[in-house]
């Protein structure tokens, strides 16, 4: 069992809480999230990617791949 690590314990949250309020110590600035269409940019990535892996591979690399492919498609051993 995985147990996700505490920053700190009730008593030290409630000291650090109580000094941003009588401003002794500056609050921890918010992460920005940002706002991406993850799939639209994970399909376009998908889109070009066989197609530039493609154009930088030799020929007898490609039919390498090829042959590897079809053996694991059909499970046929050379």
Do not use: C
């Not at 690590?5 to 949250?13: E, G």
């Not at 918010?30 to 706002?35: Q, T």
């Amino acid at each position: 069992m995985v147990r996700k690590k505490k920053d700190h314990d009730f008593s030290v949250n409630a000291f650090r809480v109580v000094q941003e309020a009588t401003g002794q110590i500056e609050p921890k600035p918010k992460k920005a999230r940002k706002d991406y269409d993850y799939k639209a940019l994970g399909h376009a990535g998908g889109l070009k990617g066989g197609k530039a892996r493609a154009s930088k591979l030799t020929p007898e690399q490609r039919q390498e791949i090829a042959k590897k492919a079809a053996q694991a498609r059909w499970k046929t051993k050379t």
